[in-house]
């Protein structure tokens, strides 16, 4: 008698959840999503290239002698070792696009790597920092720093020390995000061990890509904002 | 986000240019160019960060108008932050 059910239930699987049109409509709605948390996360990071711009342009000497007491060289290696993360989250969707689990799961795991290294050598960074004294607080010392020639006086230590607050802050800020990123990674590879992403859907894999990418253009300017302010041969 | 697969190769280029751009960008700034020192560190920057978004990212193959709304925005939000309390600090008298 009611052998004909007026509803017709279909079975959905990750790649089409039962309140969008189609496969597409799905994967635009997720990466629109992604793209509105990056927005916020702009203004996030904007607040704090706001306050650098105001105080490079008001304290412009201290800025210079801090920015070349950092270890140029480890900036440069590190801006390099994000880049190459980079290429590889790009291979890994590209993987996760044509179906090749294992090398997906390869590619992952790089990426990781890289976002280890790049944590261990800004960790040496900030340890010869604090060697150095020149963490803001009690023990800061910048009376080694070279003042710049052009400048008249010598170098302010409550303004250095905005400096290197600064410096602290923001690359702090990034390294959390990187923190963050690693673990969002760890969950990718691990989904994809067990074979979850296919051709039809690898939605995680493009959005936790987008986050890693975004991460490396917030490093892409801290580069050369804090490492390249002043590098000229001082005469 | 779109179906478009690009080649492993066309990530390798765009891989390659960012690291010469950074190599570039890193050997410039001991060269003394005066003022245009910062410009020149901050055009590469935004060069670097351009072949991110629109490759890497795959913006410059995604359908979807709204997520290019949205990017443009963010960056107008941005530069209206840096722009007008630069309006204001730049045009300030320091005692």
């Not at chain 1, 999503?33 to 306050?51: P, S």
């Not at chain 1, 060289?73 to 993360?85: D, F």
């Not at chain 2, 190599?23 to 700034?29: G, K, L, N």
């Not at chain 2, 997520?67 to 007008?84: D, G, N, P, R, Y």
Request: aromatic fraction near 16%; charged fraction near 15%; glycine fraction near 6%.
């Amino acid at each position: 008698m009611l052998s004909d059910s007026p509803i017709a239930v279909e079975q959905h699987g990750p790649e089409l959840l039962h309140h969008f049109v189609d496969a597409e409509q799905q994967r635009d709605a997720a990466s629109l999503g992604m793209w509105l948390f990056l927005a916020t996360e702009i203004m996030f990071f904007g607040g704090m290239f706001c306050a650098y711009l105001v105080y490079r342009y008001w304290y412009y000497n201290e800025f210079a002698a801090g920015s070349r007491s950092l270890d140029i060289y480890l900036g440069t290696i590190n801006t390099a070792v994000l880049i190459c993360s980079s290429l590889t989250v790009a291979l890994g969707v590209r993987a996760a696009q044509m179906g090749k689990r294992k090398l997906l799961v390869i590619l992952l795991l790089l990426t990781i790597v890289f976002g280890f290294a790049f944590l261990a050598i800004k960790g040496v960074e900030w340890y010869d920092k604090y060697k150095e004294h020149h963490v803001p607080g009690h023990s800061f010392n910048a009376s080694d720093l070279e003042k710049p020639p052009y400048s008249n006086g010598g170098i302010d230590q409550q303004h250095e020390q905005i400096y290197f607050s600064l410096y602290f802050a923001m690359t702090g800020l990034h390294a959390l995000h990187m923190i963050i990123g690693v673990g969002i990674f760890m969950f990718l590879t691990y989904y994809a061990w067990k074979g979850r992403y296919t051709p039809k859907y690898y939605t995680p894999v493009e959005i936790g890509g987008l986050y890693w990418h975004f991460v490396d253009i917030v490093w892409i300017y801290l580069f050369p904002l804090l490492y390249l302010i002043d590098r000229k041969p001082l005469r | 986000m779109s179906e478009h697969i690009m080649s492993s190769k066309f990530y390798y280029t765009i891989w390659i240019a960012l690291l010469c751009l950074t190599v570039i960008t890193a050997a410039v700034s001991f060269v003394d160019l005066g003022p245009f020192n910062t410009i020149v560190a901050l055009v590469i920057a935004t060069i670097k960060a351009l072949l991110v978004v629109l490759f890497f990212m795959h913006v410059k193959y995604t359908s979807e108008k709204l997520t290019k709304i949205v990017i443009v925005s963010a960056i107008f939000w941005l530069f209206l932050l840096l722009a007008l309390s630069m309006a204001d600090y730049a045009t300030r008298l320091l005692s």
